[in-house]
């Protein structure tokens, strides 16, 4: 049922943009932001340590502890030379702009790092030896529909909708803050809606903006629309055309490109001066950022709607007790 749920949540998504309530992200505090913005930068770095490190391990848990728990258990496990083609990449992802500014060290490093493993036979795991071939072809497929099971579909698809708008908004004003720019809502909402509704005939899977192909796009230079569509086009194109170079990628020159994007978007001096101001700015920010890391991330979004309601509420009740009080004393001066 996965990819009718897919298609209704794009039906849905179309709805929220149809009737503007993309526009209502801008009533999300600020806190809410970087604490969802700083847990998904954990999360990235988390998830790659075992490709940094090169570690043996089958059936990564998916839980933060239980993670790093594998982590501790499989230390000796570890590969030096996946060690030292991450950090490799890290060193030609943050340097490399001194002396080259047209290509982005990422690609620099992704070169690099697949021409040294292939010349000289390094043991290290590539995308070819974890996820196998990567397919060179799509067609069209129509999803199984049983109308009798419709109801079942329905909740996540609901969920799949909310989850994806908050996501690709949020990662959108992540962007915002990073190009000093604005984006428009409801656009998303209505381009991210077509796309789910299309994708589950070829077979796809329900999509979203993401925060960490955003911050790599912005960090290596993308400011307009045309690189969300050069990104689109070109991952079409390896796909057909270059699967058979890209499979030889190593995973531990992806895991240190991550490791810089999860550091970029980490905006940890913002997460300190918000943690010296208000105390509610505090909880919001801390709430977020736990749940996001320790729990779940829908659960983390449903939690910071609600704190961010309550804190909106809070705001406005503090505002309306200010401005009768300013009336009041312009009306005793008048007088």
Known sequence: GLLTST????FISLGFGFLK????????PHPLIVGFTSGIAVIIFSTQVKDALGLDIQGLPSGFIAKWG???TKIETVNMNAIIITVATIVIVLFSKRYINKIPGSIIAIILGTTAVQFFHLPVNTIET?????PNTFHLELPQLDLNELGK?????ITIAFLGAIESLLSAVVADGMIGSNHRSNTELIAQGIANVVTPFFGGIPATGAIARTATNVKNGGRTPVAGIVHAITLLMIMLFF???????PMSVLAGILIVVAYNMSEWRTFLSILK???FDMIVLVSTFFLTVMVDLTIAI??????????????????????PERIDSDVIDDY
């Open 7 to 10: 298609a209704l949540a794009g």
């Open 21 to 28: 309530l993309g526009s209502l992200l801008k009533y999300f």
């Open 70 to 72: 594998t982590y501790f």
């Open 130 to 134: 974890f996820f196998g071939e990567i």
């Open 153 to 157: 579909y329905v909740q996540p698809a």
């Open 243 to 249: 699967g058979h170079w890209v499979k030889l990628i």
């Open 277 to 279: 101001g208000s105390v």
């Open 302 to 323: 449903e939690v910071g709607i609600v704190l961010s309601a309550v804190l909106f509420m809070k705001r406005m009740a503090d505002l309306g007790k200010v401005i």
